[in-house]
């Protein structure tokens, strides 16, 4: 069954401490993306990656990092800089830049 | 810089009737413009797209204008269903210059369809 997965679909983290959101697709897409989705706000772009072992900042990367070591993994750091962390975070793939996103079920990270 | 609006942030249709939501962007040379929809607690998912050589585009009940002198396409939902009830969100592509383009979305609907 294709898809894109993302995991832990909930996590709870004190402040201080880094985190790391899971995401993989097996799809076999180039592209893969990590959006921010707060209420009233839309999908604001964190980074994204156009081919293994690349990856470039989005529109709100502070406080974020990134790797892409596999084509079908890019897992999301949320560090102890980012300073509102709490927030829904939607992992998304597509076969081309710019094409039909296919997203994940996201991860409510939660900042106690 | 680029902006993508989108109008209206709620809407409130009987069961039947039309919705219509709105949205502008600014690059004139965007031209793919993506619709998603997001149902409560589940993943967005594109329901419609168009591209900027064509003015409108049809799939059952739903449909999405543009038109580009005025930078602004619409989606348009008929006989609407208590299943249409979720979040839509508009998009547009951006350039960075040669083949570099990303989506920027909209801050989203919420359509509520009253039974």
């Known amino acids: 069954d294709g898809g894109i997965t993302q995991s832990p679909k909930y996590l709870f983290r004190k402040e201080g401490q880094n985190v790391t959101l899971s995401c993989e697709q097996n799809l076999n897409h180039d592209a893969m993306y990590w959006y921010r989705q707060d209420p009233g706000q839309g999908l604001r772009l964190i980074y994204y990656s156009q081919i293994v072992n690349d990856f470039q900042k989005g529109d709100i990367a502070e406080g974020y990092s990134v790797s892409r070591e596999k084509k079908e993994s890019f897992p999301l750091t949320v560090t102890s800089a980012q300073k509102n962390p709490t927030a829904f975070y939607l992992c998304?793939?597509?076969?081309?830049?710019?094409?039909?996103?296919?997203f994940g079920e996201g991860s409510r990270l939660t900042v106690l | 810089g680029e902006n993508v609006e989108q109008h209206p942030s709620t809407l409130s249709v009987q069961e039947g009737d039309s919705a219509v939501i709105k949205c502008t962007y600014s690059d004139s040379a965007s031209n793919y413009f993506p619709w998603y929809k997001q149902e409560l607690g589940k993943r967005p998912q594109l329901i419609i797209d168009?591209?900027?050589?064509?003015g409108e585009k049809k799939d059952q009940r739903i449909a999405v204008t543009l038109n580009k002198t005025a930078k602004h396409f619409s989606l348009h939902i008929t006989e609407t269903q208590p299943e249409d009830s979720a979040v839509y969100f508009c998009?547009?592509?951006?350039?960075?210059?040669?083949?570099?383009?990303?989506?920027?979305f909209g801050t989203g609907t919420l359509l509520a369809v009253q039974p």
């Open positions: 998009a547009a592509s951006f350039f960075y210059g040669g083949a570099t383009n990303k989506l920027i």
């Open positions: 998304a793939s597509s076969m081309d830049w710019a094409g039909e996103l296919f």
């Open positions: 168009i591209r900027s050589n064509v």
